[in-house]
């Protein structure tokens, strides 16, 4: 079935440093690719998807690109912030109509950023 | 809009209690879900419904019943709690269609003992 690995946190970063989460993910297909973001005592939200081999995503700094020969979608910001402190989820949706909504998410990363 | 409400935000049970996690949108969404969130491995989903009267089972659904009888409210059942159910438990809500966004409750953190 389909699956989603992303790297292991907890990711300690200084303000204003580069941030990477590695994303590799397993699908028959063209699976639709998501980032969600938790932040502390809340629900998830969206941050960005791509739905189409090489498609950027972006929001709030954040950026990702799908790349189908890597199967990779990693998520990048390069100046981060002390609110950008969360957890962030890669996720993915099969392409078929009954897939559309079953999201399959990766074990989430934990990004701490220290003034 | 209030969005995706969740009641109640925290909850102990014994076990074998019995529950009902309570869930409500009122962005008029035709699909609605549930997962469950535990360390280490991310979200799973437990049901799914595309419409009122219309509910499907999702990766891990032992234990839990669902229902839909109106579109805006999904509640989520325990019958028999068990150790293994304590989890934080979100409900989502997505218009139907390809590619739509996930709106998320705040969640329902839940303690069987």
């Known amino acids: 079935g389909d699956s989603v690995t992303q790297m292991e946190g907890p990711v300690t970063l200084s303000e204003e440093a580069f941030l990477t989460i590695n994303c590799t993910y397993t699908?028959?297909?063209?699976?639709?690719l998501f980032w969600y973001v938790q932040y502390p005592g809340e629900g998830l939200q969206l941050l960005l998807k791509?739905?189409?081999?090489?498609d950027k995503g972006s929001n709030k700094g954040f950026e990702a690109t799908y790349r189908k020969e890597t199967t990779s979608f990693h998520l990048e910001k390069g100046s981060v912030q002390v609110s950008d402190s969360a957890v962030y989820f890669c996720?993915?949706?099969?392409?078929?109509?009954?897939?559309?909504?079953?999201?399959?998410f990766g074990a989430g990363t934990q990004v701490v950023v220290t003034p | 809009n209030a969005g995706v409400t969740q009641t109640p935000k925290f909850q102990v049970l014994k076990t074998g209690q019995s529950m009902t996690l309570q869930c409500a949108q009122d962005?008029?969404?035709?699909?609605m879900s549930w997962y469950r969130q535990d360390p280490g491995m991310g979200l799973r989903l437990i049901h799914y419904?595309?419409?009122?009267?219309?509910?499907d089972q999702g990766e891990v659904p032992n234990g839990y019943n669902v229902s839909r009888s109106t579109t805006e409210d999904f509640p989520l059942r325990l019958l028999s709690a068990a150790p293994s159910q304590t989890s934080v438990y979100f409900c989502?809500?997505?218009?139907?269609?390809?590619?739509?966004?996930?709106?998320f409750g705040p969640g329902t953190r839940l303690t069987v003992l």
């Open positions: 996720a993915l949706t099969g392409p078929t109509t009954d897939s559309w909504g079953k999201l399959q």
């Open positions: 962005m008029n969404h035709e699909y």
């Open positions: 989502a809500s997505r218009p139907l269609g390809q590619n739509n966004e996930q709106f």
């Open positions: 419904s595309v419409g009122a009267g219309i509910t």
């Open positions: 791509a739905t189409k081999a090489d």
């Open positions: 699908a028959t297909g063209y699976p639709s």
